[in-house]
């Protein structure tokens, strides 16, 4: 898998993330414990598409 097809991997993911999140903010029945682990994952996935694209070996 080349580093431009893995970044837009995790961008679908982080959005996907963003999507739930919003999604499970709406509900009021939401487990607080599920949000937070939704969120550690998006911050996560997030923090990898940052170190991705400073990468020198980027092209």
Do not use: C, F, W, Y
């Not at 970044?7 to 599920?34: C, F, M, V, W, Y």
């Not at 949000?35 to 998006?42: A, Q, S, T």
């Amino acid at each position: 898998m080349s580093i431009a097809s893995h970044l837009e991997e995790l961008q679908r993911k982080h959005g996907d993330l963003e999507r739930e999140i919003n999604e499970a903010l709406n509900h009021p029945s939401t487990d607080d414990l599920e949000l937070v682990r939704l969120k550690r994952r998006k911050l996560a996935i997030k923090d990898e598409i940052s170190r991705l694209q400073a990468s020198p070996t980027r092209h």
